[in-house]
């Protein structure tokens, strides 16, 4: 009998400790008494006698103009404080910033960083499957449609019924420039909320817990940012590793030179693994003007003649530099010159040709 009875308190003890509410979890455990608590008068002390040193060494600071009041007992929710995540390469946050907001510094060149900040939004927006009511890029404001999702929640432990909650949110998402356009921040603003749970309705929420709607939207936003840059920098490493077509042909300038049918941001890291195969070091480069400053250290084992099936040495040892032009959105130009910036003749850029392009096409580069 009392193996029974201890049996069946344990498993009562269970079905209360797992059935606890999601409020009483965000609420701090124990009494709340001290919600009516009153201030007590101060000690009259007569004037007859002396009056005692007081300490304000545990006196209670006075409450703050913007504290809500009403925060106190149960609807104090002691969860921790909600956080933007910069988990973007280049972003960071403001401390003591009181809005959920992110700063993000223009780290690719590829496009303008507000356009790819919007891009990813959207994109995130799409996977999502939630709607945009109002977007004006020019103005910097996007307002989303409601977002709603359904959450199924335990009821009281001794409801063993599962209560439905719809949650409904309108955000507003804007972003903010520096003069110089290579800094922007990225903010989120709960527009509207709607929670419906059987025929209650809540419309309103505290500041603490809109900040954790925004805070929490804008680190799903972040987190599909870091994402993307992971997944194109993966692409464009396949790309990179891949061999490209090259052909004869000429820079901008008119002038002898090899066209790869590539971006340049694909065919600048692509050159340098080309050079390091065929024996070249790299001792100085500056990918914003594309230019490379190199040192053909020549092949001990005839490494270009190997390729096109000569004995005669095409290169000379020495120093040499290149210069590689975007031509348009797929092709790059690569102008090899003197080390006085005199670029090579149609005759040495075509006896070249061979080497380099067998090199350029290949496979699989380590890189």
């Not at 090899?336 to 061979?354: C, G, H, I, T, W």
């Amino acid at each position: 009998m009392n193996k029974t009875l201890a049996l069946v308190s344990g498993l009562t003890v269970l079905a209360l400790t797992g059935c606890a509410s999601q409020q009483d979890r965000k609420a701090a455990s124990g009494s709340f008494d001290y919600v009516k608590a009153q201030d007590n008068a101060p000690v009259q002390i007569p004037e007859s006698l002396d009056k005692p040193e007081f300490s304000d060494e545990y006196a209670l600071p006075e409450v703050g103009e913007q504290a809500d009041p009403d925060l106190v007992g149960k609807k104090l929710v002691v969860q921790s404080p909600a956080l933007v995540m910069p988990l973007v390469t280049g972003s960071h946050v403001e401390e003591g910033a009181k809005r959920a907001m992110v700063w993000f510094d223009q780290v690719d060149d590829s496009q303008p960083l507000d356009k790819a900040i919007w891009n990813s939004l959207l994109s995130f927006l799409d996977q999502q499957g939630i709607g945009v009511d109002t977007f004006n890029p020019e103005e910097g404001v996007l307002i989303t449609d409601w977002m709603v999702i359904g959450k199924e929640e335990d009821s009281s432990w001794y409801d063993w019924s599962e209560s439905e909650e719809q949650v409904g949110r309108r955000f507003e998402f804007s972003m903010e420039k520096k003069p110089h356009g290579r800094t922007a921040a990225l903010m989120v603003e709960l527009k509207d909320y709607m929670a419906t749970r059987g025929d209650d309705v809540t419309a309103d929420l505290n500041d603490l817990q809109e900040r954790r709607e925004e805070v929490d939207i804008l680190n799903q936003v972040i987190n599909h940012y870091e994402y993307q840059i992971q997944l194109e920098d993966s692409r464009r490493i396949a790309r990179i590793r891949q061999g490209l077509n090259i052909e004869m042909g000429f820079n901008p300038d008119g002038e002898p030179a090899y066209v790869v049918a590539a971006k340049y941001d694909v065919a600048w890291p692509r050159t340098l693994l080309v050079l390091r195969k065929l024996n070249f070091d790299v001792k100085d480069l500056d990918k914003s003007t594309g230019l490379l400053f190199v040192t053909y250290n020549g092949t001990d084992d005839g490494w270009w003649n190997n390729l096109i099936g000569s004995d005669e040495e095409l290169l000379e040892e020495g120093d040499y530099r290149l210069q590689l032009n975007e031509l348009s959105a797929d092709k790059t130009s690569i102008t090899f010159m003197n080390d006085e910036s005199e670029p090579f003749d149609a005759k040495q850029v075509s006896e070249l040709f061979d080497a380099f392009a067998q090199v350029m096409s290949e496979d699989n580069l380590d890189i």
